[in-house]
């Protein structure tokens, strides 16, 4: 079986072998990232040379593609001579360089203009992103055929909250440890959703930011895996620290509030199929079959039960430093041993371990011998350095 990795975006929950790009040894520099503008932009659009009115409400919602190409809709709307008036365009244009060039299209719906005024504006502009703390801010001139033009100034909010939720990647229990992976929990953690892609490991290096959104541990940067606007999964950085740590988010948004985690030396925890997050992922070591109920995963790959004396592999997090040391912050090229001992219960009955090590990032792989047990679901519990993982995982046994 190769040392490499398949996670679920979103939960590091795994289905399907481990075989994507946590494999690479090597890959291409990462281009740099604008932010994304994707989202609800408020505020006023000004027309210095209307004789009825020289300021407007305007709204823009945006949808921007990997490619940079704009899509969405410009709201204008006014209140005058105790009348509202309002007109909806579809919108096309294209970000680069923090610079928003747009063209509005067809006219979606709305109201004739105020008494005297030929007909809304049909604008096209030119509006440059500067970011703050808690917002952003495109802002521009316009111009339109027949109309004298003026300048948009539109915010929107970019304060980051993680509301206390960073928890083990596998386990989603409280507590972290070094090279272990966790989930933090929010809302605007991030204006784009993706997992990390070949083109953001340099030399092998294990991406700190994706598409400018960043962690901290401790001060330490962590390794990004996946980012959305209310997830974020990522693998803590080496750090001797134990106890109390900060955790933050930093996008170019801006930064959110830091959440207290307790880090531990030891954070053991199973990955689970993602079905019902009970089931442990295990897979006969020899024959490389899914280990869990017939049927647990549909016509995704077919399961049974594990039976008594068969080598039977499952993977972890938070099993700790190895022996020899891995390269920190690197793709894992070599397979290498617990440097702790790590013991392991299945329904309560001591199990025989042949291996437990660490074949990709925050990834631990243990290799054991089923023990004769009654047919039924049985408790799957590691120890390692005295610290138990959670005893409601289980393996179905035959």
Same mark, same amino acid.
């Given at each position: ?9 979103? @939960? ?15 890959a %291409?520099? #990462?281009? +740099?990232?604008?932010?994304n503008?994707t989202?609800?932009? &408020? ?10 009115? *020289? ?14 190409? =704009? &899509?969405? &809709?410009? %709201?204008v709307?006014?209140d ?6 309002f007109?909806?365009?579809?919108? &096309? ?5 923090g610079?928003l060039?747009?063209q509005?299209?067809a ?12 007909? /809304? ?6 509006v ?13 001139? /316009? ?8 300048v948009? *100034? ?14 083990n ?5 409280d507590?972290l ?8 929990r ?5 204006? *784009?959703?993706?997992? /990390? ?8 290096? #294990?991406?700190?930011?994706l ?7 401790n ?16 693998l803590?950085?080496?750090?001797g620290?134990t106890?109390? =740590?900060?955790v ?6 801006g930064s ?9 030396i030891y ?12 089931? +442990?992922v295990?897979e006969?070591?020899? *024959? ?6 017939a ?7 077919? @399961? ?5 004396g ?28 617990v440097?702790?001992?790590?013991? #392991?219960? =299945?329904?309560?009955v001591?199990?025989?371990v042949?291996?437990?090590g660490?074949?990709?990032?925050? #990834?631990?792989?243990i ?6 047990l ?12 005295g ?7 289980f393996?179905?046994?035959?």
């Amino acid at each position: 079986m190769a040392g490499c990795a398949a996670m679920k975006k979103g @939960t590091i929950s795994m289905l399907v072998r481990w075989v994507v790009f946590l494999c690479v040894a090597a890959a %291409l520099p #990462l281009a +740099a990232q604008s932010p994304n503008i994707t989202g609800t932009w &408020t505020g006023q659009t000004t027309e210095p040379a209307n004789p009825l009115k *020289t300021v407007f409400g305007f709204e823009m919602d945006l949808i921007e593609a990997a490619s940079g190409a =704009v &899509t969405g &809709t410009t %709201l204008v709307s006014a209140d005058y001579n105790g009348s509202h008036y309002f007109a909806l365009f579809s919108l &096309t244009g294209q970000f680069a360089n923090g610079v928003l060039t747009f063209q509005d299209g067809a006219f979606l719906s709305g109201t004739p203009p105020p008494a005297g005024v030929p007909g /809304w504006c049909d604008i096209s502009g030119i509006v440059a992103l500067t970011t703050g703390t808690n917002s952003s801010t495109l802002s521009g001139p /316009w111009q339109a055929p027949g109309c004298p033009g003026g300048v948009i *100034t539109v915010t929107r909010a970019t304060s980051l909250q993680t509301t206390g939720a960073v928890v083990n990647g596998a386990s989603f229990q409280d507590g972290l440890c070094s090279d272990a992976w966790i989930t933090i929990r929010g809302s605007n953690l991030a204006f *784009t959703s993706r997992t /990390w892609q070949l083109a953001d490991f340099v030399n092998g290096a #294990l991406p700190t930011s994706l598409d400018g959104v960043r962690v901290t541990i401790n001060g330490r940067a962590a390794y990004v895996y996946y980012i959305s606007p209310g997830q974020i999964n990522a693998l803590a950085p080496p750090d001797g620290a134990t106890g109390p =740590v900060l955790v933050q988010v930093f996008s170019p948004q801006g930064s959110s509030n830091t959440v207290t985690v307790n880090k531990q030396i030891y954070a053991p925890a199973l990955f689970t199929y993602s079905q019902n997050q009970k089931y +442990a992922v295990a897979e006969d070591a020899l *024959t490389y079959a899914y280990l869990a109920p017939a049927g647990l995963l549909g016509n995704a790959a077919v @399961t049974r039960p594990a039976m008594a004396g068969e080598n039977v592999t499952i993977y972890a997090t938070g099993l700790g430093q190895t022996n020899p040391p891995f390269a920190e912050g690197q793709v894992i090229q070599v397979a290498q041993p617990v440097a702790a001992s790590v013991q #392991l219960l =299945v329904g309560n009955v001591s199990a025989k371990v042949l291996f437990a090590g660490i074949i990709a990032p925050g #990834l631990y792989q243990i290799n054991f011998v089923v023990p004769n047990l009654p047919k039924g679901d049985a408790a799957v519990v590691i120890n390692v350095g005295g610290v138990a993982s959670s005893n409601q995982i289980f393996l179905a046994i035959q």
